[in-house]
């Protein structure tokens, strides 16, 4: 079964940068879609970025279009979520997860996001004003 361990998440002001990690074993990043998902006090789950590696399909929700950036290394088994221009409303609690059927992107959820097969813990993400 493959597990997923995020790291990178802290206290930043608001304009500053962030990478996130996602650390994936028991299998290779070919045989997931991979996305980034966030949840903070009060709101549902709301998915962030995904990338599916064995077709590039990349994706991102509109809120953080321009701002992150998903990437791979494949030699590491690990994801990254580079968060630039951060802003206090991206305070969240992020995770990853892997989803064996590969709905990466999300373009046919529409106010919602595929529920993923596999997560992480989650990392604090904290933006100050």
């Known amino acids: 079964e493959v597990q997923l361990v995020e790291s990178g998440g802290g206290l930043v002001q608001a304009g500053g940068s962030l990478r996130l990690s996602c650390a994936v074993s028991?299998?290779?990043?070919?045989?997931?879609?991979i996305g980034w998902f966030r949840q903070s006090p009060g709101k549902d789950r709301e998915g962030v970025s995904c990338?599916?590696?064995?077709?590039?399909?990349?994706d991102y929700t509109s809120d953080v279009k321009g701002r992150f950036t998903i990437s791979t290394d494949n030699a590491k088994s690990t994801v990254y979520l580079q968060m630039n221009s951060l802003k206090p409303e991206d305070t969240a609690v992020y995770y990853c997860?892997?989803?064996?059927?590969?709905?990466?992107?999300?373009?046919?959820?529409?106010?919602?996001?595929?529920?993923?097969?596999?997560w992480g813990q989650g990392t604090q993400v904290t933006v100050s004003s």
């Open positions: 990338i599916a590696t064995a077709d590039g399909s990349i």
């Open positions: 028991g299998s290779t990043l070919a045989n997931y879609a």
């Open positions: 997860a892997a989803d064996k059927w590969f709905r990466c992107p999300w373009t046919e959820y529409i106010n919602t996001y595929p529920d993923y097969d596999f």
